[in-house]
């Protein structure tokens, strides 16, 4: 299986921060990457697919970018409803894997 | 718009066998491209993929489950199940059905992009 590690695991940041988040694929997945935001107590959020593809209704100031096999996803103004879980997920090969969560918190 | 709905039992003894159903609106399984697949997440861990059905009845399975996992659709119920066998106090989580859209042509370009709310399901003596 796909190894998908993110980090830093969590980190403190302040509303209008620009943050980054890493997630680096075990082996090559090509573009194959999803972005998922995760607010307590309720469902992933499709934010980005295909490595850097916005979904629909997902504000501008989320970004996705991959260089090999190390995936970004960057909020450039970190609004107050951002404070959440961010999941990476490969959907290159079987079995589908997930990263362990990246939790952004309130500094 | 895309809705999809897990049930089932919240409470399940260890050795049972789950039954979650996903009952989905605003798409069909015998459409093209389409799926539907289950991810699960034990309290305060991450997202675990389990299984997932496309409108061909292709099915996949995550391989650490798949003596344990069986996945069906019915299409003229608009539902999609999830059985699993032998639970144990570790499959303790909230189990996700997520819709799957494919967006090119590869055999690669599947995604979840429509979520259920989720069903705790705890598995105790």
């Known amino acids: 299986a796909i190894l998908m590690t993110q980090s830093p695991s969590s980190f403190s940041s302040s509303t209008g921060d620009r943050v980054t988040i890493t997630c680096r694929a075990s082996?090559?997945?090509?573009?194959?990457l999803a972005w998922y935001q995760q607010k307590p107590g309720k469902a992933p959020k499709l934010l980005i697919y295909a490595a850097s593809t916005l979904q629909s209704g997902v504000p501008s100031r989320f970004s996705g970018s991959m260089s090999g096999t190390d995936f970004t996803l960057t909020i450039s103004c970190l609004q107050s409803e951002d404070f959440a879980t961010y999941y990476c997920?490969?959907?290159?090969?079987?079995?589908?894997?997930f990263g362990q969560g990246t939790k952004v918190e309130i500094k | 718009q895309i809705t999809l709905k897990e049930s089932g039992p919240t409470l399940v003894k260890p050795t049972q066998t789950l039954t979650l159903t996903c009952t989905f609106s605003?798409?069909?399984?015998?459409?093209?491209?389409?799926?539907v697949g289950w991810i699960r997440q034990p309290p305060g861990k991450a997202l675990e993929w389990l299984a997932l059905?496309?409108?061909?009845?292709?099915?996949r399975y995550s391989p650490s489950l798949m003596s344990r996992v069986t996945i069906t659709k019915d299409n003229s119920k608009n539902q999609v199940v999830l059985t699993m066998t032998n639970l144990d106090p570790v499959d303790t989580a909230t189990y996700y059905c997520?819709?799957?859209?494919?967006?090119?042509?590869?055999?690669?370009?599947?995604?979840?992009?429509?979520w259920g709310q989720g069903t705790l399901v705890t598995v105790s003596s």
């Open positions: 059905i496309y409108w061909n009845d292709d099915k």
């Open positions: 082996q090559d997945i090509s573009s194959y």
């Open positions: 997920q490969q959907y290159y090969s079987y079995p589908w894997t």
């Open positions: 605003g798409f069909s399984l015998n459409s093209n491209g389409v799926g």
């Open positions: 997520a819709h799957i859209s494919k967006y090119c042509t590869s055999d690669s370009c599947y995604y979840f992009d429509y």
